[in-house]
């Protein structure tokens, strides 16, 4: 079970972070991600992180802007997003996948539709320009 919340109403060139927290399974043993969806696009993989080594994958779009890491205290994955965007708006969804592999966590950011058949609400972000 994943439980993403951060989202908001910000203007370009603000911050915002993101939080999915997990079961203690879940995050020790799954590889998860951050995907969004722009109305009227396709859903998307952000960026995702492996459960093995926490080796990282970024959308070519928001590398050097967003950073994915994890909190083993908390069991919280986070996304960091700064320099935002309006093109960042989207409802954000955090999803993961029993993946042991670092390619597995690639082709699961790359590929969502291959990996994910159903998601939960996810949360809105809206950058202003």
């Known amino acids: 079970q994943l439980e993403d919340s951060g989202g908001g109403l910000v203007q370009a060139g603000a911050s915002l972070r993101l939080s999915c927290a997990a079961s203690e399974r879940t995050f020790s043993s799954y590889s998860i991600g951050w995907f969004r969806q722009a109305p009227g696009k396709e859903r998307e993989g952000v960026s995702c992180?492996?459960?093995?080594?926490?080796?990282?994958y970024y959308a070519d779009s928001v590398k050097g802007r967003f950073t994915i890491s994890k909190d083993n205290a908390e069991n919280t994955v986070y996304l960091q997003m700064d320099s935002l965007k309006p093109e960042d708006t989207a409802v954000y969804y955090c999803a993961a996948k029993l993946i042991a592999t670092v390619q597995g966590m690639q082709a699961m950011c790359v590929m969502p539709r291959k990996f994910f058949g159903s998601w939960g609400q996810g949360t809105q972000v809206t950058v202003s320009s």
């Open positions: 992180i492996s459960s093995n080594d926490g080796s990282t």
